[in-house]
């Protein structure tokens, strides 16, 4: 019944996923439960994490190219009389951004530093605004001024768009930024236009924030149907493997059915043949059953029937096959055993069931239930069939009920003798 526990929890916990993602198509911005967040944040930043990993190559041959692109713009735009200082900067700060992405490859492909790589992430993104914005402004040169308000916007656009941080702690990071960097101005008496700056800033930030909150809006949806697909992958799983247990074992003793006997056998005595190691064959039959049934009814039947099963389970080993062949008639498959082996299983699952005690009567031999054991064994003959291995098993069964019943026998294969 485990398996029907789990099946059940599987159904809700799908039930709870679809209706998120029914709610979460309707918001823009909406918090999974606890445990989701969490799980969807971790994900979220591992997969920038990987990216960032896996993206260096491209990374630099980028930066390469964007450094190509601007610092031939900056030389030409650095005015004659500022020359020598504004280019200067122009090259500190292209290295402080190679630096900050560095440093943050670092954080991601580093096995040390990767449980710090969203605290890593924040704090570079906090100094690269900052000093980015300190060089700027710093520029004597009003056309680099200009041009400087497009670098911080494209730094805010990158630190929400890669570095999987939440947009809220971005958000905050952002400001904070922002207002240390407008007081730092302040402080060193750097000369810029309060309102252009502040807008620049805080524009680009409430920008950022807006449109990473809709993206991450997406990512939650795409997220939320990942789960929905591996809960259905397992409920599948769960559904596959008892339509392929209940075709395989027997409803009632739960042990392996006469199908899945033939298929065992057949595993068995090829593995046997091949290999020249013998196989032992057990038939059991219940002791006058049918006079049981009638007079205890059909449902106390069943339940003998189980506890049998089950005795014979619970008396051989894990390498051996047990299944019900019929009715009240079982069969037990000993691989690589000869016929003190053989004989010795057969004694247990014996005793097993004799220490029941069962009430039986309308037994003719016994007060309470017995079986008939048959024994026989196959090594590997090219000349036996399956079905001749089967008819000695079968014929060693009757002949120990034919002596009398409540007894074990063993016969050879192709032998009527009494061993």
Request: aromatic share 12%.
């Amino acid at each position: 019944m485990e398996y029907k526990y789990y099946l059940t929890t599987l159904q809700q916990q799908k039930e709870k996923i679809e209706t998120l993602v029914a709610l979460h198509s309707h918001r823009t911005s909406s918090s999974l439960p606890q445990a989701l967040e969490q799980e969807f944040w971790q994900q979220n930043t591992e997969r920038a994490r990987i990216n960032i990993s896996q993206s260096f190559a491209a990374g630099v041959w980028a930066y390469l190219l964007f450094t190509a692109l601007v610092l031939p713009g900056d030389y030409w735009l650095s005015g004659q009389r500022f020359f020598s200082a504004d280019f200067l900067l122009c090259i500190v700060a292209m290295l402080n951004g190679a630096v900050s992405l560095l440093t943050l490859y670092g954080f991601a492909r580093s096995k040390l530093l990767q449980p710090y790589f969203y605290q890593a992430a924040l704090g570079l993104m906090l100094w690269t605004i900052i000093s980015s914005c300190l060089l700027s402004m710093s520029f004597a040169t009003p056309a680099l001024k200009y041009q400087s308000a497009i670098v911080l916007c494209f730094i805010y656009m990158l630190g929400f768009m890669i570095s999987g941080v939440r947009p809220l702690h971005m958000l905050l990071v952002g400001t904070l930024a922002a207002v240390i960097s407008i007081y730092l101005l302040f402080v060193f008496h750097i000369s810029f236009e309060v309102i252009i700056l502040s807008r620049v800033l805080l524009g680009s930030c409430l920008f950022g924030f807006t449109l990473s909150t809709m993206l991450i809006k997406r990512e939650r949806i795409l997220f939320l149907n990942t789960k929905l697909a591996q809960l259905n992958e397992k409920i599948q799983y769960i559904h596959a493997s008892e339509l392929l247990h209940l075709s395989q074992h027997d409803e009632l003793t739960q042990i392996s059915n006469r199908r899945n006997f033939d298929e065992t056998l057949d595993s068995f005595y090829r593995q046997s043949r091949k290999e020249g190691t013998p196989l032992s064959l057990l038939f059991i039959d219940v002791d006058f059953f049918k006079n049981y049934n009638d007079f205890y009814g059909h449902q106390m039947g069943d339940k003998v029937i189980y506890s049998i099963a089950r005795a014979i389970k619970n008396s051989i080993r894990h390498r051996d096959f047990v299944a019900r062949y019929g009715g009240e008639e079982f069969v037990v498959l000993l691989p690589e055993t000869e016929a003190h082996g053989a004989y010795a299983v057969a004694s247990n699952i014996y005793r097993e069931i004799e220490r029941l005690a069962i009430p039986h009567e309308r037994s003719c031999i016994a007060s309470y239930i017995t079986v008939s054991l048959g024994i026989t064994i196959y090594r590997g003959e090219a000349a036996v069939t399956q079905e001749a291995l089967l008819e000695s098993a079968d014929q060693a069964l009757y002949r120990a009920k034919q002596l009398g019943r409540n007894q074990i026998f063993y016969q050879s294969v192709g032998s009527t003798k009494v061993a």
